[in-house]
């Protein structure tokens, strides 16, 4: 089966766009989005929208979390509370409707799908070293863990229970025995210094994995924020990748 693995929409309707159509041409046959649909971007009931219509599963994200009032937003920076509370002020009942359906973690096809880290979900940690991710091995028991969050993207390699190590590549088929966390970078934020929007593909027999980057009208969305007063340090990170 092949998969189409994002996250990290966060309302950009226009990278989100990009990245159901690249998925459609590498033909994905199950698309799974690891949450954050909304917050920061100006889009957040058309992408939860579009989400509700293409993914075969969602995952709850914290910026969805915090959206729907489950949460608070003081973990939040000044940029990011500010736009979530106009996210909150701006769901439809429909989209909050479909937001609070959905769960912090699921596995199907020796594949894991959590947002944050297997270790806890609903805690919301940063897996940003090798060191947190060699421990998250312990909280899956599946071949591959699936992540978000952070919005870099990178594949971990399990070789064994004492020796784990950061891919080179973006793409990799893991030896027999081998296990992989594999965080598929950000489709709406992506903050590696490279502003074109990330996904990952992964075909569940081989385990292979594939983090493409897609372009996308970052013009169009930085309008649509400007048009709507956002900070502008939001509009411009877009286009830095960071
Ligand atoms: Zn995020």
């Known amino acids: 089966m092949k998969y189409g693995i994002f996250s990290d929409i966060h309302g950009n309707l226009e990278a989100l766009e990009a990245v159901l159509a690249a998925m459609e041409s590498h033909g994905v046959e199950r698309r799974v989005c690891l949450g954050d649909v909304v917050g920061y971007g100006p889009n957040p009931n058309e992408c939860v929208d579009l989400v509700r219509q293409n993914a075969d599963i969602t995952i709850l994200g914290n910026h969805d979390s915090v959206a729907l009032g489950w949460e608070a937003s003081e973990n939040f920076n000044f940029y990011a509370r500010r736009a979530i509370e106009w996210t909150r002020d701006n769901l439809t009942a429909e989209s909050k409707e479909f937001l609070k359906s959905l769960r912090y973690m699921e596995c199907e096809n020796d594949l894991c799908f959590v947002h944050a880290s297997p270790h806890s979900p609903a805690d919301w940690y940063?897996?940003?070293?090798l060191e947190d991710a060699a421990d998250s091995f312990s909280f899956f028991k599946e071949r591959i863990c699936f992540i978000g969050h952070t919005h870099f993207p990178v594949i971990v390699v399990r070789e064994s229970e004492q020796a784990f190590r950061i891919c080179d590549t973006y793409s990799y088929t893991p030896q027999p025995g081998e296990r992989l966390l594999v965080n598929d970078g950000s489709v709406g934020q992506p903050r590696d210094r490279n502003p074109m929007a990330s996904f990952a593909l992964c075909d569940s027999e081989?385990?292979?994995i594939?983090?493409?980057?897609?372009?996308y009208s970052v013009e169009t969305t930085q309008e649509k924020m400007r048009a709507l007063d956002?900070?502008?340090?939001l509009i411009t990170r877009l286009a830095e990748g960071r």
């Open 210 to 215: 594939e983090i493409h980057r897609v372009p």
């Open 206 to 208: 081989t385990g292979a």
């Open 230 to 233: 956002f900070a502008d340090f």
């Open 126 to 129: 940063y897996i940003t070293d």
